[in-house]
């Protein structure tokens, strides 16, 4: 059964400082890794997806590895600001990828980036 | 750019109650999704659709049913609801491999 893990819970940072989140599965099968951001009680924006074929992603700041074989993914945030808090989930595919598969959810980081 | 929509927003719902919520994916989206997360938890896959099929099922109650209709909207029908059912429910749509979300229906059960 799949499990998703998420290192650190909670995270604070000064503005302007480079950060890792860490994302860790125990079945490496997947198909597909996708990492959210989730502001309090709001909805998950997506903001990086990672098919097992890919190893990174990058969109403006934001960087996502994936190491299938270790089983682990990265979101690497650089220069944060204060708009970067959110809670940051990932998300991962089974590797029978059809359109039904179910997302497991790792528990989210808390990320909190101090003016 | 469309966005999934989601409806209502907020419900306020007594226990043994029913609801029912809305869920209007991004078009040409074939699938849909229904996520429960409950307060300071991480978000728990309930059940897809795919081609207004059922296509695969979580950890949902008996007490809640689901469709997806011919215009790929998605209703999500909860009944006998409990306290514990207070939540915030997504709704995802894709087309290959990225999900999109909804707002969410945040339902509060008294």
């Known amino acids: 059964k799949q499990e998703v893990t998420q290192i650190p819970a909670a995270l604070s940072v000064p503005e302007g400082e480079n950060l890792v989140l860490n994302c860790s599965f125990t079945?490496?099968?997947?198909?597909?890794l996708q990492w959210f951001r989730q502001d309090p009680g709001k909805g998950l924006t997506s903001l990086l997806l990672?098919?097992?074929?890919?190893r990174e992603q990058t969109s403006g700041r934001l960087n996502a590895s994936l190491d299938k074989s270790s089983g682990r993914s990265t979101l690497y945030i650089a220069a944060s600001q204060p708009g970067d808090s959110a809670t940051y989930l990932c998300?991962?595919?089974?590797?029978?990828?059809?359109?039904?598969?179910?997302?497991?959810f790792g528990p989210g980081t808390s990320l909190s980036v101090i003016p | 750019a469309a966005g999934v929509i989601q409806s209502p927003r907020h419900l306020i719902k007594e226990k043994r109650e029913t609801a029912t919520l809305k869920c209007y994916p991004i078009?040409?989206?074939?699938?849909v999704y229904w996520y429960q997360q409950g307060p300071g938890q991480d978000p728990q896959f309930l059940i897809s659709?795919?081609?207004?099929?059922?296509?695969d099922k979580g950890s949902i109650p008996d007490r809640f049913s689901a469709q997806q209709f011919s215009d790929y909207h998605s209703e999500l029908n909860m009944s006998s609801l409990e306290l514990g059912d207070s939540a915030l429910y997504f709704c995802?749509?894709?087309?290959?491999?990225?999900?999109?979300f909804g707002p969410g229906t945040r339902l509060t059960v008294l």
């Open positions: 990672i098919q097992s074929s890919q």
């Open positions: 659709f795919y081609e207004k099929m059922q296509s």
């Open positions: 079945d490496s099968a997947i198909y597909n």
């Open positions: 995802a749509s894709s087309l290959s491999n990225e999900q999109f």
């Open positions: 078009p040409r989206h074939d699938t």
């Open positions: 998300a991962v595919w089974g590797e029978m990828k059809t359109s039904y598969d179910k997302v497991i």
